[in-house]
Structure formats: C-alpha cells, structure tokens
C-alpha cells in the first residue's frame, strides 16, 4: 500500500518553517557574545596584571634603564619580563650551597622577629604546599553530603588530619581535610574534616572540577580518550 499526498491542513507553509530575522539576530548577537566575552575578560585580566607587576617592578629600577626614557611611549611587560628573570635568577643562586646558605641566615633573622616570624612561616608554608610537585593537596576531587544529608557538593581533597588535630576528634577514623569551594567563586569556600568513608573521590581533574563548580553546573567534566568518565558510586547509607 503505497502512501498518498499529505494532507493540506496539516502542512506548514514555509515561511512560517524558516527563522525570522529577529531570531537571526538574536542568533548571531548570542554568538558573537559567546565568542568575545571570554577574549575580552581574558585580555583585561592579563592587561591588568601586567601593569600590576609593572607597577611593582619598575619604581625599583633606575630610570636610565627602563625603555619608556629613551621611547615616546610606555613599553608595557618590561617589569614583568624583569621579574620573571629576577626570580629564575634567585632559584638558581639558591640551588647552590652558597646561595641556601644565605636563605638560612635571612630566615635565621627572621625568626628571631615576633609579629614577622609567624606572618613568613605561615605565608612560606603556604606557597610550598601548593607549588609542591610531590604533595598530593588539592589534585584530587570529591563529593560530601553537604550542608544536609542527601545533599552533594564538590570538594577538593587536602591531606590527612595531623595527629593533633586526629585525636582531638571524636570519630577514630582516619580524618581527612576538605575545601569546599563557593559557586562561582571557588577562592572562598569552606574547610572541613571528615572521614575518609564519607568522602566519594571522583576520577575528574581539579581543573574540570572548578569549571564545575564555576559555571553552576553548566559546564560538565568532558570525555577520555572519546568515552565517558565514569560514574563514581555513590555510597548507601545503612
């Protein structure tokens, strides 16, 4: 049985099929808006940490130096390049036994300071723990229930409890430190310790997790070599 003609009634004309120009336009402008809104807030980014640096560096070189005295314009970068170099240089002279040997004596000096020695211990604490390629703080990412059973938010993975801190609590599990971080600012959050077994640890990079947190949930984890991450399981409360 072969199939007739459509009915008339119940085909759309064409014209009514085809976008008008108002949802053209309003296509191409949410395009375009999707394509320079991220070029635009990353160049301002990087435009003013530029000059952030630039301000910071340059008050501390002669003026004979800098290139904007021989220049009829400003040479934006020029402090950033120095400190770039700067601070390679200062790695380099510390590597060597001449060059520790003055970082003890500085920090010697500073320990015996009240207010300045607790304010370089704790700031020096800080940027070896996250510039560390042997530590294991924040590159694993996680869930908890929070704030209410049922609940999960992501948390980043920090280290195990300090035997301090561990019995002091009253659960003898192993306790495990957790930042979790605020949507859409992951820099603000909160920090918490919890035990291990209420922690679900996820196979996504932090950076896949940030994004996830940054964008609300709009912007998921992507694929592995062309399939899906796996689903971590969720575990059954008893």
């Known amino acids: 049985m072969t199939a007739g003609p459509p009915d008339p009634r119940f085909v759309l004309p064409t014209e009514l099929l085809r976008p008008t120009w108002g949802a ?13 809104a991220p070029l635009a807030i990353t160049a301002s980014v990087t435009w003013w940490f530029i000059n952030f640096i630039d301000g910071l560096v340059k008050p501390l070189i002669p003026n004979s130096y800098l290139p904007d005295a021989y220049l009829p314009y ?11 170099v700067g ?20 920090e010697a000096i500073l320990g015996r300071m009240p207010v300045v020695r607790s304010l370089y211990k704790g700031v020096k604490q800080v940027f070896e723990t996250i510039f560390s390629q042997s530590g294991t703080s924040f590159r694993k990412v996680g869930m908890v229930q929070f704030p209410q059973p049922g609940m999960w938010s992501i948390v980043f993975i920090a280290q195990e409890a300090a035997p301090e801190i561990a019995g002091r609590l009253p659960d ?14 992951p820099t ?13 640890e996820l196979s996504i990079t932090v950076e896949d997790g940030a994004k996830l947190i940054m964008s609300a949930g709009l912007i998921q984890p992507g694929e592995q070599n062309g399939k899906p991450k796996p689903e971590a399981k969720l575990p059954v409360n008893a």
């Open 87 to 106: 601070l390679t240089l200062l790695g380099f002279l510390t590597a060597n036994l001449v060059g520790r040997s003055l970082i003890r004596a500085g």
């Open 74 to 84: 400003p040479v934006p970068g020029f402090g950033l390049v120095i400190a770039l």
């Open 24 to 36: 053209r336009l309003r296509r191409y402008f949410l395009t375009g808006l999707v394509i320079a």
């Open 172 to 185: 003898s599990e192993e306790q495990i430190g957790v930042f979790l971080p605020c949507t859409p600012n």
């Open 188 to 200: 603000t959050g909160f920090f918490f310790y919890l035990p291990r077994r209420e922690i679900v």
